[in-house]
C-alpha cells in the first residue's frame, strides 16, 4: 500500500510502540473497538486478537479493500469506509478508540470525539508531537490554547510513547506522540463543551491582547466586568494565563450575560 500525501498518511512501522498503544488501549473495559486510520494493519494485528467487536474506519478505498481482505477470515472484523470528521460511528454501550490519526485531521477528529456524545471509555491515539504539546500545554506556556483547554477539562491525558520520524513509513518531518485519553472525574458535560469551545476561541483570537481587548468585539464593557468579578480575574489578564477550570466558570458567566 503507497500512502497518499493528501490523506496525511504516514503508516505506523514501530512494532514495540503498536504494542504499547494497543495495551494502553485494550486495558479498557469498553464492549466495542473503534479503530480509526487503519492503515496498513500495525495496530489493527493485535487489535483484532483481542476477540471484541473490532470497527475498523478508513477513508481510502484502496487500503479499505486491502484491510477487506487481509481480515477476512476474522469474525470480529467489521470495516468502515468514511471521514472520521463526519462519518457515523458504530453503536455501543461504550467504545475503546485507537487511531494513529492523519496529521492533517487530527485536531478536528479530536475536536469531535471531545463533544459529541460518543460513548468512549478509553482513547489510544497518535499526533504530531507539537500538537500533543498544545493538549497538555499549561497556563501561560506558548502551546496553551483552547485544544489544551477543552481537552483538559474533559479527559484524563498520559503520555504512551513519543516517536521520532523513523517510526513511520513514508517518515514525517516532525516527531509524534501517542497519547491515552481515559474519562475525568467531574469533567464538564459534553453538551456545555462547544459552548466552552467558541468563548476560548473569542478570547485567544489576539494571543497578545487582554481579555477586555478579545472581548470587547463581542460584549459591552459592563458585561465583561460582571463577567470578570464573578469569576475573579481581572479584564487585563491574557487568556493565556487563565487555568483550564477557570474557563468553565468563565463561560458559563458569559453565556448568562449574552
Known sequence: MRPKKHFGQHFLANAGAASAICNAALASD????????????????????????????????????????????????????????????????????????????????????LTEPIPWERMALMFQLEVGQKLMGRPREKSYGPLSILAQVSAGMETIAKLGPGSFSPKPKVDSIAILFKPKAGALSIEKRVPLLDVLHKSFAFRRKTLANNWGHFLPSEKISAICDGAGISASFRAEAVPPEKWIEIASLWWNQK
Open 30 to 113: 469498553a464492549s466495542v473497538i473503534l479503530e480509526i486510520g487503519p492503515g496498513r494493519g500495525a495496530l489493527t494485528d493485535i487489535l483484532v486478537r483481542d476477540g471484541r467487536p473490532l470497527w475498523a474506519l478508513e477513508l481510502d478505498s484502496d487500503i479499505c479493500q486491502f484491510l477487506g481482505e487481509r481480515y477476512k477470515g476474522a469474525p470480529n472484523f467489521h470495516l468502515l469506509q468514511g471521514d472520521a470528521i463526519s462519518a457515523e460511528l458504530p453503536k455501543a454501550e461504550s467504545l475503546c478508540i485507537v487511531g494513529n490519526l492523519p496529521y492533517n485531521a487530527a485536531t478536528t477528529i479530536l475536536s469531535r470525539l
